[in-house]
């Protein structure tokens, strides 16, 4: 079984658009990520939420609206989608573990061609 | 966030220890040292943590000196599967703002040969 899981895989679309990236996991797991990585193969993240509330925004722009049904799940939408939008984004999840650290488990990426 | 620093680049015989440095002269008294690494076209895979004691588990062991400023990820026995680029990572224990804010640098590119 896949312990998070994004779909699509791979998307293309025009510019102007208005796209969904859903995720889920089955781990159990109470934070839950969104990362990007460039063209340039750097790897960011862009979202973090912990039982569904946003922790951590990472400046970026308003066309991207996270939303988190539940624990289990993290989609990204992204509106208005722009030439520079096109990249992999990886959604994550991890349990908080206190002083044990924090062990961050990924997708396997959705691949965004805006044309 | 502590900045690491790794090779480019290394190269290893398969069958043989891949042993990969990290330079993390500016780390916290709480951050962590995490391994993660990248095989092409996949999602960054966990490998291994470690705060100040030396870590093994089944994918590799992690050595990090006393001053915890630089540390070494050991695979014993490379494969050529384990072809990848592979992340330094120092990060703050779970708590506040940082917490689960992984920042990957440019990563080694360690590539495994016959």
């Known amino acids: 079984d896949t312990a998070v899981s994004q779909t699509p895989k791979y998307l293309v679309t025009q510019m102007g658009n208005d796209k969904s990236i859903k995720c889920e996991q089955n781990?159990?797991?109470?934070?839950m990520y969104w990362y990007k990585q460039d063209s340039k193969k750097f790897l960011k993240i862009m979202f973090s939420?912990?039982?569904?509330?946003?922790?951590i925004n990472e400046t970026v722009p308003n066309r991207f609206s996270p939303k988190s049904p539940d624990k289990a799940h993290l989609n990204l939408h992204i509106n208005s989608l722009e030439l520079g939008d096109s990249a992999v984004y990886f959604c994550a999840s991890s349990h908080y573990r206190g002083l044990s650290g924090n062990t961050i488990y990924f997708g396997e990426g959705s691949w965004l061609t805006v044309v | 966030d502590a900045k690491t620093t790794q090779p480019t680049s290394m190269d290893c015989a398969e069958g043989r220890a891949a042993n990969l440095p990290c330079n993390h002269s500016t780390i916290s008294g709480n951050e962590y040292v995490y391994w993660y690494r990248q095989i092409h076209s996949q999602g960054p895979q966990y490998i291994i943590h470690g705060l100040k004691n030396n870590e093994t588990n089944e994918m590799a062991s992690l050595i990090i000196t006393e001053d915890r400023k630089s540390s070494t990820l050991i695979l014993p026995h490379a494969t050529l599967r384990d072809t990848a680029v592979y992340y330094c990572i120092v990060s703050p224990n779970a708590g506040g703002t940082s917490y689960g804010k992984l920042t990957f640098g440019q990563g080694t590119i360690l590539t495994v040969h016959p």
């Open positions: 781990l159990g797991h109470d934070t």
């Open positions: 939420y912990n039982n569904k509330e946003l922790i």
